[in-house]
């Protein structure tokens, strides 16, 4: 079984009808992936939440949708974020965040936060996932806290994968978004980016110059979504081009990356195998967007879980 972590923000998702929704980056692919590959993955959310009816609602939410919950933490200050999004004709997305009392920016300032830590640098799980947002979220001695205990991990033997999504707003200044993404992108086995993050972050760029920045990073493979345009993946240095299959209906574009990167370790962390890979990936963030919010209902399965035996393949993770 793969152990995989992720650590980062949920967030409760404003919605029209007021449903009760929950989303944010490293949540939505923990889900996503959790769907995917059932039981023959545990999937930590690591984050913090409040002790409020709302945190009580994502925590029983969250554990009926098969995360493990071990290293979710309780701040009695804080509670949840949250956002909304505003949609133009086309189903790109804007979003509108109140942050200013999520209990997940206080994480490694709770009692508790040193048994994550711990078990991170002791090399417990195979994976651990992070995002850009996961560390812009952070002041600097949280930050610096994260990252020398990824760099413990790695020297253990441990595999980082980074996501690059790119918020602007959270950052101090573009100085220390630059020094910040370079840290994760010296330490990450698997890079998850987008040209548009690049852009935001370095600078706009040909895209012969885009792919040599890239390549740079020899032992990393690369995974760079361009849009509509071809996904790039380059390993050991060879580039790669994956055309983008139409998708006839787009409704909402929110988590559509979150859903991709779900969909691509869900099938290279079984088979290593980029073709498959690519194209769950791609299915995965159509369904996606066929529907509004984060997290929609889905439908596709990979190539591993024909390997699956009745029992769990009939396993239901909401």
């Known amino acids: 079984m793969i152990k995989i972590a992720f650590f980062g923000e949920a967030m409760r ?13 490293t949540y939505n692919s923990a889900l996503y992936l959790k769907r995917l590959l059932m039981s023959r993955a545990e999937v930590y959310f690591a984050s913090a939440i409040g002790n409020d009816e709302l945190s009580k609602q994502a925590y029983t939410r969250w554990q009926n949708q098969g995360l493990n919950l071990q290293y979710l933490l309780r701040s009695d200050a804080r509670t949840l ?17 109140d942050r200013k009392n999520s209990a997940a920016r206080e994480y490694f300032k709770l009692d508790q936060q040193q048994a994550f830590l711990a078990d991170l640098e002791d090399k417990q799980f195979d994976y651990v996932y992070f995002s850009a947002i996961s560390l812009a979220i952070l002041d600097d001695q949280s930050r610096q806290l994260f990252m020398a205990a990824i760099a ?4 253990a033997g441990g595999k980082v994968i980074f996501d690059s999504n790119y918020r602007a707003v959270l950052w101090q200044n573009k100085a220390k978004a ?13 890079l998850l980016v987008t040209d548009d993050d690049h852009f935001g972050v370095f600078g706009l760029v040909s895209h012969q110059q885009l792919v040599n920045f890239y390549q740079a990073y020899a032992h990393t493979l690369v995974i760079i979504k361009q849009g509509v345009n071809d996904t790039l993946v380059i390993q050991q240095q060879l580039l790669r081009r994956y055309p983008v ?30 073709d498959a890979a690519v194209n769950t990936a791609q299915q995965l963030a159509a369904q996606v967007i066929a529907a509004n919010g984060a997290i929609v209902s889905t439908t596709l399965t990979t190539v591993t879980s024909n390997l699956l035996s009745t029992t769990e393949q009939d396993t239901d993770y909401e």
């Open 13 to 25: 998702e404003l919605s029209l009808n007021n449903t009760l929704c929950f989303g944010g980056d």
């Open 81 to 97: 974020g949250s956002y909304g999004i505003s949609l133009d004709d086309s189903g790109e997305r804007t979003f509108h965040y």
């Open 178 to 190: 630059q020094s910040s993404y370079k840290q994760a992108y010296a330490c990450a086995d698997i």
């Open 152 to 155: 413990v991990y790695k020297n």
């Open 245 to 274: 299959q139409p998708v006839k209906r787009i409704v909402d574009t929110t988590g559509a990356g979150d859903a991709f990167a779900a969909g691509f370790l869900a099938e290279y962390l079984i088979s290593q195998q980029c």
